[in-house]
Structure formats: C-alpha cells, structure tokens
Nanobody, 121 residues
Framework: VQLQASGGGLVQAGGSLRLSCAAS????????MAWFRQAPGKEREFVAA???????YYADFLKGRFTISRDNAKDTVYLQMNSLKPEDTAVYYC????????????????WGQGTLVTVSS
C-alpha cells in the first residue's frame, strides 16, 4: 500500500496550489483520506479529511481557504489551497485509514512521503 503526494512548491502569499495524493496497492473504498501538515519545529497537525461518500472535514484555522476532494475511480485525493499565507508553510502529508475520519495522526494506518509547500511573504 502506497500513498504518493505531489503538487507542493513555492508560492507567494495570496496564491494557490493543488496537492494530489494517489493511492496504489489496493483500493481505498471505504477509507477516509486526510491531509496533515508539519511546520518546522512543530507537531504534525490535521488539515482536512474526506470519507468515501464525500463528506469532508476541516481544521478550524483554515476558515474556508482549503478544499479537499477525492476521485474514487482514481483512488486520488486532492487539496486545493487558496489564499495561502506564510504560516501555511509546511510539509503536507496525505494519510488513509479505514472507516471514519479522526483528527489524530496515530489513528491513520497509511502515510505518504510528504510534499513541501513554501509560502513567501
């Protein structure tokens, strides 16, 4: 089972990026897929998640700037990030677990390698 994250890069404040996470090795039907992020010197934190049926969940601090979506036929989840701020700079990780969404890193079974997002001021 592998998760491959991509789409990170350098962007100016106010700009946008779209991250992708492709799953392979098995089908992720009935899996919740999530994005976490880890800034330098900080703990990994929950960003957003989505279940198989499409219901999505977001961290309160996002205030509507990010949108998570998934393409079940492609076993791929996306994170559209708009109005980016320097404080969004972090390595973004995708993760997957069977069943429901949780906000805790330890409850996710599968992790991608991370993709770096850098937002300049």
């Amino acid at each position: 089972v592998q998760l491959q994250a991509s789409g990170g890069g350098l962007v100016q404040a106010g700009g946008s990026l779209r991250l992708s996470c492709a799953a392979s090795g098995r089908t992720f039907s009935n899996y919740a897929m999530a994005w976490f992020r880890q800034a330098p010197g900080k703990e990994r934190e929950f960003v957003a998640a989505i279940i198989w049926g499409g219901t999505s969940y977001y961290a309160d601090f996002l205030k509507g700037r990010f949108t998570i979506s998934r393409d079940n036929a492609k076993d791929t989840v996306y994170l559209q990030m708009n109005s980016l701020k320097p404080e969004d700079t972090a390595v973004y990780y995708c993760a997957a677990r069977p069943g429901v969404v949780t906000y805790f890193t330890k409850e996710y079974d599968h992790w991608g390698q991370g993709t770096l997002v850098t937002v300049s001021s």
